[in-house]
């Protein structure tokens, strides 16, 4: 017997909470430990539609400086 698949937490939610500004969302889905990498969806559980959504929203926060593009241990 598979594992059953994760279900899109934006598919079964509110979808528009996908946005730059929301840091803390943003946040859930960057790995810091691994120099601020972000989560693939196979761990994330986002289909593809939202993984978009939310790669595109964390490289907008990271144009305006609201998330780092890598810690400072790695620079």
């Known amino acids: 017997m598979g594992k059953r698949k994760k279900a899109c937490p934006y598919c079964v939610g509110d979808a528009s909470v996908i946005s730059y500004q929301n840091i803390d969302v943003l946040k859930m889905h960057v790995m810091e430990g691994a120099g601020w990498k972000i989560v693939p969806s196979r761990i994330s559980g986002a289909c593809c539609q939202h993984q978009r959504r939310l790669a595109k929203a ?12 890598c810690s400072h241990a790695d620079a």
């Open 58 to 69: 964390i490289l907008w926060a990271r144009e305006l400086s609201l998330l780092p593009y």
